[in-house]
C-alpha cells in the first residue's frame, strides 16, 4: 500500500510560482508512475501532469504545457509539481497519484489507485 502526503499549496497572486510536493511511503516509490491532477470547483478532476520511472518520460495537459514541470526524486520518496506564472484557471485542489502501470499505459485517472488528501492552490488575479 501506497499513503501519499501533498504539501506546498497557498494563495498566491496571478504570474506568481509555487511548487507543490508529495512525499510517498513505501520503499517500492520507483516502480510507480506518479502523476498530478486537480478539481476545480463543481468541475471533473482533471489531469495535469504525470512522470514515469527513471524520470526520462513526461506528459502535460496542453494548458500547463511550458509553465509547469514535474520532477521526482526516487531517493527521497517525492514527487514535484513546479508551477510558474500562474493563473486564475489554475485554482484547484491538486492531487498526487500513484499507478503501478508503466508511463504509456497511466494515461487516466482510473489507473492510479493510490491517492493523497490534496492540496489547495488558489490564484488571484
Known amino acids: 500500500q501506497v499513503q501519499l502526503v501533498e504539501s506546498g499549496g497557498g494563495l498566491v497572486r496571478a504570474g506568481d510560482s509555487l511548487r507543490l510536493s508529495c512525499a510517498a511511503s513505501?520503499?517500492?516509490?520507483?516502480?510507480?508512475?506518479m502523476g498530478w491532477f486537480r478539481q476545480a470547483p463543481e468541475k471533473e478532476r482533471e489531469f495535469v501532469a504525470r512522470i514515469g520511472l527513471g524520470s526520462s518520460l513526461t506528459s502535460y495537459i496542453d494548458s500547463v504545457e511550458g509553465r509547469f514541470t514535474i520532477s521526482r526524486d526516487d531517493a527521497k520518496n517525492t514527487v514535484y509539481l513546479q508551477m510558474n506564472s500562474l493563473k486564475p484557471d489554475d485554482t484547484a485542489v491538486y492531487y498526487c497519484?500513484?499507478?503501478?502501470?508503466?508511463?504509456?499505459?497511466?494515461?487516466?485517472?482510473?489507473?492510479?489507485?493510490?491517492w493523497g488528501q490534496g492540496t489547495q492552490v488558489t490564484v488571484s488575479s
Open positions: 513505501g520503499p517500492i516509490f520507483s516502480y510507480y508512475t
Open positions: 497519484a500513484a499507478s503501478a502501470l508503466d508511463f504509456p499505459r497511466a494515461d487516466s485517472a482510473r489507473h492510479y489507485p493510490f
